[in-house]
């Protein structure tokens, strides 16, 4: 009996993956973010929050190439001496935390909504698509604003857990790039495995309706749904990045890429362009490579490309 | 001299699990005016042959082996273009589903028209004219006003005879019809059958028809090659055939068939399956399950097409040099 | 309403399955919004238009029609997925319709089961085979433990002609024809007395729909089961049934049993569409197809639903809808001429 991971590598999808170098490109430079994002503590040279380590000497370094710079600090340092590659990774870290959890939680709302909507019909259908149309029509960014700005407004020394939560909050309910499509691709799925014969036999052997929502149609509609989701995660990790560079994102003591950014911007036209840079890359590296992997996976997916 | 001659056709799918024959080796020749019918199961390669012959092999599956001779001219090999002009002008086409294979943003007229005009040198008007008169021969009712209608305005099996229209629209010499009855009620097939038996015969175009329908074979056809694993069991005339097959395949799936003649207890069972592409057994693909498999010859050499009384059997139950008899 | 007559069955045995009356309409009105605009009226399908019938236990009753004249929508009756508007059927002499909507509808599920036309959508295709066929047996309660669940599964593969390591696999790791038998092992796990069949082999190949009839008789044989067989192919119904019904836009128009209707066909409509079935050893013989097609069954003819085909049609056909009678022999004919003795 073959293992399951071999059987993947061996099927369709891992074939698919192996013969597209941009995929596995994509693949690598996302694997070596998450790696970073998670042992952020052993690969980065510095701890930037801990202000014990600072030294106020060191700041405003250029990148080591630089003649001015130090082998000590790779890609140089900020205006309070921190390191700009440890920042980076552990803004990574948070970019990509916050992006994923965004994206989990609009799963979540919005494959459950669809399959309520789908599966029962009638005038909870209705409603739950009403819903959609109006949460859609925001656009997304301002939506997002709206609720982590006012919530900062409100409570600006919340605890960062609060603030993490808000921000989560904000980017699933970002207009139409959160949890509403997910709501109406599940919907359209549903409705389309209900009118199948095998819902039809569990229906005529008696299963409740909500075995068979859940046992029998929710794992024939997930398919779409994961790659949108990856696609989103790239997209919900600029809309933090943005919300970040607005100033009501990640709080200051926890700097994501967006953080960073905003941080370094003021530097720019001294000559500091480091500062600002070097996230700037970051942040594109990732959303890139996460798109590239989302694109992939859907025409890897798609049986008639095959 | 043969309208079609189909030498030695392979066609192959390249998988990254290796190539895939889907057709092995058939041959067959269809004679002007005559209908000639291509019958099997499902993936024994009959709409692959339909295919291959109107040049819209999906890619890709692709022409590996063999020759396509359409009046004596190679055509398996024409560059798109000149494929273009045969295809529609000289030989036509019609496939099973009625709904998907008229545009549905366009009138009939308009399709019509335009692939008389593709093909044709004639005027608009006269264009015009010719499709009035199509749809009248096919028996569409009303065909002056019908013509400005959509295909939704149409039934199924108006539709149909619409599509029939069509294939005839540019007087072609042959037809391959794939499957055109399957999606129909038995009472509109009784009629589209015998709607293309009288129109091919009256425009003297020569039929090649696909189906899975034996019935529909005996009804219309002339010849009748029956098809296996990709490859020509057995070819000959439908009287034939049907009552006395000579190769084992053909007389299990007569028997298999519920006819309203005799009454039986037990359908007869051909035990198995046919194979998929990556497990066509060596030498006669039907060994595995035949009932008569008699020799090691069966699973080691591929059997030709071989006379066998008033056909021709790929079975060596019919080599003279067997020293068994049938 | 019509009343059940002379029942086709003896009768000391009570048939198992008793419609009457039975009728299922469906709205499919455009939207309220589009019809206040455009001034639609209310568009209403009656898929079934009262139909009655009787089934003996251990017999099979084959309803055959063309598409469009309520077949599958009578099957769907019989199994619970719909309710309908108007008449009902009796199961083993209990109301069905009422057991369905009570307490005991767990218990009547488990007497009747369905299999269905296509083989690639009546399984789920992310379970697995011991999934599928175990889902009745969890459901109902009907083996504890895992073991005796796996041996029930092992038993109804067996039985259904495939092998018990095929209890692991995917559906897509199946033809056709295995497909259809591992939907009949669904089907008899919670041993029913009643099988409703969706045309099982429309969507099979010849040598396969002969595998898969084979075993269905054998089964009927050996448990018992009772069959309600949906086709539209004659020659298959000819094979299988005891009894067979022919449908026409929704309504019953002859009810004979499997010998008298094939020899003797009385409804016009019979006679056209065994006249129309090509005949595979006759070859060469001209048909006389049938005219015209199945009218609209949302705008259906006023009286007899076949008058506008029928070359027996008179006034009274256009005009008044006829019952089904006796008409000697058995058989049940609803038609105005073979009642008039015109026929």
Redesign the interface.
Known sequence: MKSTLYRWFDSDVGHSLRASPLAIGAACVAAVCVFCALFAGWVAPHNPFDLATLELSDARLPPAWSPEGSAKYLLGTDDQGRDILSALIYGTRISLIVGLAGVALSLVIGVALGLLAGATGGWVDGLVMRVCDVVSSFPAILVALLIAGVARALYPDAPEGIAFGVLILAIAFAGSNGWVQYARTVRASTMVERGKEYVQAARVTGVPPARIMFRHILPNVTGPVTVLATIQVATAIITEATLSFLGVGAPPTSPSLGTLIRVGNDYLFSGEWWITVFPGIMLVLIALSVNLLGDWLRDALNPRLR | MALLEVQNLVVEFPTRRGVLRALDGVSFAIAPGEILGVVGESGAGKSLTGASIIGLLEPPGRIAAGQILLEGERIDHLPHAQLRRIRGRRIGAIFQDPLTSLNPLYTVGQQLVETIQTHLPVSAAEARQRAVQLLKDTGIPAAEQRIGHYPHQFSGGMRQRVVIALALAAEPQLIVADEPTTALDVSIQAQIIQLLKSICKTRGAAVMLITHDMGVIAETCDRVAVMYAGRIAEIGPVHDVINHPAHPYTAGLMAAIPDMESERDALYQIDGAMPRLDAIPQGCAFNPRCPRGFQARCRTERPGLIAAGATQAACWLHDPASGVTA | MSTPAQPLVPALASPLVRAHDLAKTFDVSAPWLNRMIERKPRALLHAVDGVGFEIARGQTLALVG??GCGKSTVA?LL???YAPTRGGFTFDGQDAHAAFQGKE??AL??R???I???PY???????RVAD?VG??LR??GLVTGKAALEARVDELLTCVGLSPQDMAKYPHQF???QRQRI?IA?ALA?APEFLVCDEPTSAL???????V??LM??LQRKQGLTYLFIS?N???V??VSDHVGVMYLGRLVELADKRTL?SQPRHPYTR???D????????????T??QG??PNPLDPPPGCAFNPRCPHANARCRAERPALHEAGAGTRVACHAVQEGRL
């Open positions: 063309e598409s769907r199994v619970g997925l509808a767990r599920r488990r009747i089961q369905m269905f036309q296509d959508a009546s399984l789920n295709p992310r379970w599928i889902e009745p459901e109902h033809s056709g024809g939907s669904r919670t190949d010849v040598s396969v729909q002969a595998q009839l084979n008789k054998d539209h004659l020659a298959v000819r094979h094939f056209m569409l065994l129309a079935i090509p005949k595979m050893h006759d070859t060469g013989r001209a048909r197809p049938v097609e199945v």
